[in-house]
Structure formats: structure tokens, C-alpha cells
């Protein structure tokens, strides 16, 4: 069993930045791909960012350039970088991972963008 441990996130100004961190513990052969999805209260978790093995990644279009996706530690740990914060940002920020086919999910950490 994967386990995905996040960091990061908390109270932040609109306008302002914040950066998120997620590594996946031993117990894996090959990453697949990992990222991050956010979810609203009573809402549809959303996907927001995606990262492949050789690098490759995307975004949702209302990200619109704001925020950067990164990896390290060989993959194994997923960095997200987020500027230019709007109060629509806020909500909890999910890491996930796909390894050898199979998809985990980190505990989720709060952002806020609120004055």
C-alpha cells in the first residue's frame, strides 16, 4: 500500500502564493503519473494538475499559467507551486498518484485565499 503525505497549504491573501508538497512512501515498482485535484464544499472533486514520468504536464484551463506543477526525488515526490491566488482557489487540495496501474490518494490539505 502507496501512502501519499501532502504539505503545505493554509491561510493566504488573493494575490498571494503558496506551495504544496506531496511524496509517496516506499512500496511501488514504476509511477504512473501523479497530481492534484481540489475539492468545494459539497462539491465534485476537480482536477487541477497532472504530471507524467518524463515530465509532461497539464493543467485545468482556469489555472490559466498561475500555478506550476513539479517533480522530484525521482518522481516520487510532486511539488505544486501556486501564484496569483483568487478566493475561488479555496479548497481542500488533494494529492494523487498512480503506481504500477493502481491510484492512491493523499489526506488533502486546506487552502484559503481570503483578506
Known sequence: QVKL????????QPGGSLGLSCTASEGFHRIDGMGWFRQLPGKQRDLVATITPSGTTSYEERID???TISSRNGGATVDLQMNGLKPEDTAVYYCYGVFDGQMFWGQGTQVTVSS
Open 5 to 12: 503525505v501532502e504539505s503545505g497549504g493554509g491561510l493566504v
Open 65 to 67: 499559467g498561475r500555478f
